[in-house]
């Protein structure tokens, strides 16, 4: 086995961490779940707009007060954007590694992961799934727009099991965690996102930790899996143990890629795989085989197959829209976020109309709206 290892990190401009205030929750009524769904369903967008108070806060110090911030319309489904209809423009797909005590390079602090879902909320941003996104079935409000979640590695620090009184319940401080308390009375912010998994690497990234490293047992790994499917999110295939694709000649890297579809399949039997994370964003010399390949087990005599409808690049912006004809999904970007990498400024540089800015829904899943580009 071999073990897990980082490269050097991408150089890229202070981050600033979003922090939503407390007078969020005066902004609407759904938003703090004070009234019957029904009710609300009933009610018409708010006309008028108010004050977004998302706060950035960076590490050097520097401020983004609410006096640049635009107004913010609210609608019973929450926060939406002014801007019209683009069901060309473009989708964030927000990767996150490790979720810890403090920033570093391939890690958020917990209390910047709550802001970022608390900024992307605001901002009227609702998670899709990989499938919505592939099969162009993105059902959203009006006045919404998707994001797309992907963890990466399948550290316990994403989703960890804590054992009270017999049975075991999600780590309130995992990334997991902080997610279902976020969503709680927030029903349009549905459990949709990718879990992108190792399965062999050491350091604890085997299916969310093994061997007891921080609390969690071996035993524990396909349960996890399966809980993550049966809340709506998607499992994503990383590799065996992280291997740099670029490295390595065809047979070894289908193997990385083959083990670990086939440890998938072993926790979630007949679970379609449609999603492959790059290790490091690097490709193999034979491209194609980041989507398509096989490997034969030399004991068994088994072989195990694998095709991936999206291949995720490490880093490249916000993605098009499916329905962009330039949409490619076997190169999908991504937003890294770390140390010295930034969300806010990727969300204000989608703030404008046409194909260059931020998909926005008509809410009506049967018609695409906007111009193409």
Same mark, same amino acid.
């Given at each position: 086995?071999r073990?897990?290892?980082y490269?050097?990190?991408l150089?890229?401009?202070?981050f #600033?961490?979003?922090?939503?205030? #407390?007078?969020?929750?005066?902004?609407?009524?759904? #938003?703090?779940?004070?009234? &019957?769904?029904?009710?609300?369903?009933?009610?018409? &967008?708010?006309?008028?707009?108010?004050?977004?108070?998302?706060?950035?806060?960076?590490?050097? @110090?520097?401020?983004?007060?609410t006096?640049?911030?635009?107004? +913010?319309?609210?609608?019973?489904?929450?926060?939406?954007?002014?801007?019209?209809?683009?069901?060309? @423009?473009?989708?964030?797909i *927000?990767?996150? %590694?490790?979720?810890?005590?403090?920033d570093g390079?391939?890690?958020?602090?917990?209390?910047?992961?709550?802001?970022?879902?608390?900024?992307?909320?605001?901002?009227?941003?609702?998670?899709i799934?990989?499938?919505?996104?592939?099969?162009?079935?993105?059902?959203?409000?009006?006045?919404?727009?998707?994001? %797309?979640? +992907?963890?990466?590695?399948?550290?316990?620090?994403?989703?960890?099991?804590?054992?009270?009184?017999?049975?075991?319940? +999600?780590?309130?401080?995992?990334?997991?965690?902080?997610?279902?308390?976020?969503?709680k009375?927030?029903?349009? $912010?549905?459990?949709?996102?990718?879990?992108?998994?190792?399965? @062999?690497?050491?350091?604890?990234?085997? !299916?969310?930790?093994?061997?007891?490293?921080?609390?969690?047992?071996?035993?524990w790994? !396909?349960?996890?899996?399966? %809980?993550?499917?049966s809340?709506?999110?998607?499992?994503?295939?990383?590799?065996?143990?992280?291997?740099?694709?670029?490295?390595?000649?065809?047979?070894?890297?289908?193997?990385?890629?083959?083990?670990?579809?086939?440890?998938?399949?072993?926790?979630?039997?007949?679970y379609?795989?449609?999603?492959?994370?790059?290790?490091?964003?690097? $490709?193999?010399?034979?491209?194609?085989?980041?989507?398509?390949?096989? $490997?034969?087990?030399?004991?068994?005599?088994?072989? *195990?197959?694998?095709?991936?409808?999206?291949? !995720?690049? *490490?880093a490249?912006?916000?993605?098009?829209?499916p %329905?962009?004809?330039?949409?490619?999904?076997?190169?999908?970007?991504?937003i890294?976020l @770390?140390?010295?990498?930034?969300l806010?400024?990727?969300?204000r540089?989608?703030?404008?109309e046409?194909?260059?800015?931020?998909?926005?829904?008509?809410?009506?899943?049967n018609? *695409?709206?906007?111009?193409?580009?």
């Amino acid at each position: 086995m071999r073990p897990f290892v980082y490269s050097t990190p991408l150089q890229m401009p202070s981050f #600033a961490r979003p922090r939503l205030i #407390a007078a969020l929750c005066l902004l609407t009524v759904a #938003a703090c779940g004070e009234a &019957p769904r029904a009710e609300l369903a009933a009610e018409e &967008p708010a006309e008028t707009s108010v004050t977004d108070s998302v706060r950035l806060d960076a590490a050097n @110090g520097d401020r983004v007060g609410t006096e640049t911030m635009e107004s +913010v319309p609210v609608s019973a489904s929450g926060p939406v954007t002014t801007l019209p209809p683009n069901e060309y @423009g473009r989708i964030p797909i *927000v990767e996150y %590694h490790l979720v810890v005590d403090e920033d570093g390079s391939y890690a958020v602090s917990r209390e910047r992961f709550r802001a970022e879902l608390d900024t992307l909320y605001a901002r009227g941003y609702r998670p899709i799934g990989l499938g919505e996104l592939l099969d162009k079935r993105i059902d959203l409000p009006a006045g919404t727009s998707p994001v %797309h979640f +992907v963890f990466d590695d399948a550290s316990p620090s994403q989703f960890r099991y804590l054992e009270q009184g017999g049975q075991l319940v +999600v780590d309130p401080t995992s990334a997991l965690g902080i997610w279902l308390d976020f969503a709680k009375g927030k029903p349009e $912010w549905r459990h949709r996102g990718s879990f992108c998994l190792l399965s @062999g690497a050491e350091a604890g990234r085997s !299916f969310f930790g093994n061997k007891g490293i921080e609390g969690q047992e071996s035993a524990w790994r !396909f349960r996890k899996l399966a %809980h993550l499917d049966s809340l709506g999110f998607e499992l994503c295939n990383h590799t065996l143990w992280h291997a740099r694709l670029d490295k390595y000649d065809d047979a070894f890297v289908q193997e990385q890629i083959a083990r670990g579809e086939l440890a998938i399949d072993s926790a979630m039997p007949g679970y379609r795989v449609r999603g492959f994370a790059l290790p490091l964003g690097m $490709w193999p010399k034979n491209k194609p085989l980041a989507w398509g390949g096989a $490997w034969t087990d030399p004991k068994s005599q088994r072989t *195990v197959r694998y095709a991936y409808d999206a291949v !995720f690049e *490490v880093a490249g912006g916000p993605a098009r829209s499916p %329905h962009d004809p330039q949409f490619n999904p076997r190169s999908l970007p991504r937003i890294p976020l @770390g140390r010295g990498m930034p969300l806010y400024p990727t969300l204000r540089t989608l703030e404008k109309e046409g194909a260059g800015g931020r998909y926005v829904s008509d809410g009506n899943p049967n018609t *695409v709206a906007g111009q193409a580009p």
